[in-house]
C-alpha cells in the first residue's frame, strides 16, 4: 500500500506509539500462553491428566484434541517449547494479528489430529510443539506469499530462529511426535493461504526514481498504440542472417620451418 506524494505528512509519533502497543500487545499475549503452559505443568505433577493427551485410534484420545497441547512430558520439553511459543507467538502476533488468531486453531487441532490419524495405537502425544511448527510456517510462508519488506523480514528472523522445524514434520528421531508437528504446520500453511491479506501492509511512500519509471512506461505504451514508436527490438523479426557457410572457416597457417 502506498501513501501518494499529495498526502499530508504522517504522524511519526503517533505510528510509533499504535506500534509499540501492537507489538507490546503480542509479547503479553505470549507471556499470558507461557504461564498458563506452566500453571498447567504444576498441576500434573499433583493430578493425572495423561487422558487429556492425544491417544490414536482411541475415541477416548480425542479429547486430546483440546488438551494435549498444554501438556507436557518434562521440564525440559516445556522450557524448549515455551521458548519457542514466546518468540514466535510475538513475532507472528505483532506483525499478523488477524492471521494469527485465525490460524492458531487451525494449527491447534491440527497437531492433534496429525498425531490421532497418523501416531501408533496405545502411544500418548502431548506438547505444544504442533503449534509453535504452525506459527512457524505462518509467518515462514506469508514471506513467501506477500514479499512486503516486514514479511520478508520477519520470515527470515523465523526461519534463522527456527528453521530447523521445517525438517522436524519428518520422522527424524524417536519419541518426538512428528505427526503433531506436521498437523500444526498443515494449519500454519492453511493460515497463510487463506489470509495472506487479512492484515494490510505498512503504508509507505514511492521513491522518486519508482514514479518516473512508471510514468516513462505508460508514456511509451501510449506512443506505441499511437503507432507513434516501433515496437521493441525483440519483436523485430530477423530480415537477414549470415549464410552458414561462412560460420566457423579455418584460415591455414604456414609453419615457420617452411
Not at 58 to 69: C, D, F, K, V, Y
Not at 77 to 104: E, S
Not at 111 to 118: D, E, K, N, P, V
Not at 228 to 245: A, F, G, K, T, Y
Amino acid at each position: 500500500m502506498y501513501i501518494p506524494d499529495t498526502a499530508p505528512p504522517e504522524d511519526p509519533k503517533a505510528q510509533r506509539a499504535a506500534d509499540r502497543r501492537r507489538w507490546l500487545r503480542a509479547f503479553n499475549l505470549s507471556l499470558l500462553s507461557v504461564l498458563v503452559l506452566l500453571v498447567v505443568f504444576w498441576l500434573q505433577a499433583r493430578t493425572d491428566l495423561r487422558s487429556w493427551s492425544v491417544q490414536p485410534w482411541s475415541p477416548e484420545g480425542l479429547r486430546g484434541l483440546l488438551g494435549a497441547p498444554l501438556l507436557h512430558g518434562s521440564f525440559e520439553h516445556l522450557a524448549a517449547n515455551a521458548t519457542a511459543l514466546l518468540m514466535l507467538g510475538t513475532l507472528a502476533a505483532g506483525l499478523y494479528p488477524r492471521a494469527t488468531a485465525r490460524t492458531l486453531p487451525l494449527a491447534w487441532l491440527g497437531s492433534g489430529l496429525g498425531a490421532w490419524f497418523l501416531g501408533e495405537a496405545g502411544s500418548f502425544h502431548l506438547g505444544a510443539s504442533g503449534v509453535t511448527h504452525g506459527l512457524m510456517f505462518l509467518v515462514f510462508f506469508l514471506g513467501l506469499l506477500r514479499r512486503d519488506r516486514a514479511a520478508v523480514a520477519a520470515a527470515m528472523i523465523a526461519f534463522f530462529l527456527f528453521g530447523g522445524m521445517l525438517m522436524t514434520v519428518l520422522p527424524r528421531e524417536a519419541g518426538v511426535s512428528w505427526q503433531a508437528h506436521l498437523g500444526g504446520a498443515v494449519g500454519g500453511l492453511l493460515g497463510a493461504m487463506l489470509w495472506r491479506r487479512a492484515d494490510p501492509e505498512a503504508a509507505r511512500r514511492r521513491y522518486s526514481w519508482e514514479i518516473e519509471e512508471e510514468e516513462l512506461a505508460a508514456a511509451e505504451a501510449r506512443a506505441r498504440e499511437d503507432g507513434l514508436e516501433p515496437s521493441p527490438p525483440e519483436d523485430v523479426p530477423v530480415i537477414w542472417e549470415r549464410p552458414p557457410e561462412e560460420r566457423g572457416t579455418v584460415l591455414p597457417f604456414r609453419r615457420r620451418d617452411e
